[in-house]
């Protein structure tokens, strides 16, 4: 018999994650605005309401009052697909991250994850390797040469790096014994974060996270001195919306990962001595999301302070010495984890 009421939870759940990611890419453009111009030694947004913080809204109204336009030459369908298929794989990653410890309700244990499988890390993998479908299609439909240009930088830029990150993350379920992400967080109780065992496979998975989002030094698909605008060229209104919030989106999640692997997700100093399993929840929720706006601050950061890679110097990068070190990363983990166990 179908229990109605955990379906009713999950759906909350979910609702909740795709409200709080959709808000998360919204503000994420007014801090990385914000962010540029401190270091640029300028003001940044402040005329749209106080402090500029109806800035996101501002451009959102924009992006819906935009002209809508295909291009005649383009392969209509697949050009309205690309940005849906980018949008669609940037939001389905978070259903398997937790979110924070479960909560007791009623006598109930309400879980903040959506989906707990045990192949969770492979889960997220295999939408990541999905995700540059959508720039893919985009920029092959759009008939454009320098949106396939883009297209064709952008998969073998993803190809490359999944290589990478994905060695690194073998090194951590080497430790945990477990491609569970709950396992994982829970095996980081307290302050036993991974980023302490593995601080080699945290700057590879950070470095290939920035090459995955697109972010700079590695935002080589939409590299407009060379490109215009990359694989969204041709695209506008909505449709270069949902590609702007996919990559927001990806940004906030790829956050949330490396702070579930490497800095023990909602786990904090002292969990231990709160013993209301609601505040315990509330707190372990509040600190995961802590530390995943501060990784957002980061990305940010090193888009504004480094200068962009050469498309040569990225492929070097990433198949002569991420690969390299993640393999020798990996060879390590496996001789301590046999020789302390």
């Known amino acids: ?31 990385e605005r914000k962010i ?18 109806l800035q996101p809204l501002a451009d959102g109204g924009k992006m819906f009052f935009k002209e809508e336009f295909i291009p005649d030459k383009s392969t209509k369908w697949l050009f309205i697909m690309g940005p849906g298929i980018a949008m669609l794989t940037a939001c389905m990653t978070s259903a398997v991250i937790p979110w924070g410890p479960d909560v007791v309700l009623a006598n109930r244990t309400i879980s903040l994850q959506v989906a707990n499988p045990d192949i ?37 830029q993803v190809i490359s790096y999944e290589l990478a990150m994905g060695l690194s993350i073998i090194a951590i379920i080497m430790m945990t014994g477990s491609l569970s992400l709950s396992d994982i967080v829970a095996s980081q109780h307290g302050i036993n974060w991974n980023i302490f065992y593995q601080p080699l496979g945290f700057v590879i998975f950070m470095t290939t996270a920035l090459a995955e989002c697109n972010r700079a030094p590695f935002d080589m698909a939409e ?19 949902f590609f702007l919030f996919a990559e927001y989106i990806n940004m906030f999640v790829s956050s ?47 888009r504004w302070t480094l200068p962009r ?28 984890t046999l020789w302390f166990h």
């Open 1 to 31: 018999m179908t229990d109605w009421t955990i379906i009713i939870e999950k759906a909350i759940l979910v609702v909740s994650i795709f409200g709080i990611s959709l808000v998360v890419a919204m503000y994420s453009t007014y801090g």
């Open 36 to 53: 540029a111009a401190f270091f640029q030694d300028r003001v940044g947004p402040n005329r749209a309401g106080p402090f500029g913080l």
């Open 120 to 156: 969770g890390i492979l889960y997220i993998l295999g939408i990541l390797s999905l995700g540059v479908f959508g720039m893919m299609i985009g920029g092959w439909a759009s008939n454009n040469k320098y949106s396939l240009y883009s297209a064709i930088r952008a998969s073998s």
């Open 223 to 241: 590299c407009e001195t060379e490109l215009i605008g990359g694989y969204h060229t041709e695209y506008s209104s909505m449709k270069l919306g």
């Open 256 to 302: 949330a990962i490396i702070a579930t692997l490497f800095f023990g997700g909602y786990n904090f100093p002292g969990m231990d001595s709160i013993h209301n399993p609601i505040l315990l929840s509330t707190l372990g929720a509040l600190v995961f999301f802590a530390k995943i706006f501060f990784f957002i601050f980061v990305f940010m950061w090193i």
């Open 309 to 336: 890679f050469r498309y040569d110097q990225l492929m070097h990068l990433g198949w002569k010495m991420l690969i390299p070190l993640a393999i020798i990363n990996m060879l390590l983990t496996g001789f301590f």
